[in-house]
């Protein structure tokens, strides 16, 4: 499986320095916005992580073949 280096990608510069035009008000907002999509991102990540686990749970339990023969062979031995 394929890495990804966060570490290598760089954003581009900005082709103005806007940030430095807000209203205190406006950075205030700016910030909240931005713990508000870094919580998003972390709820977001956990409810895929529960719906993959519910799907598992929900598929039906099917056995491998090793399994079967060992069940197979347990079985055999406690009729006998």
Known sequence: MTTIDDT?????AAKCAW????????????DKAA??????????VNRAA???RAIQRAKPRTLSPREKR???AVAHTEGE
């Open 8 to 12: 290598s990608w760089r954003p581009p």
């Open 19 to 30: 940030r430095k035009f807000l209203t205190a008000e406006e950075k205030r907002i700016l």
């Open 35 to 44: 713990a508000a999509k870094a919580l998003w991102l972390t709820l977001n």
């Open 50 to 52: 529960i719906i993959n």
């Open 70 to 72: 060992r069940r197979r």
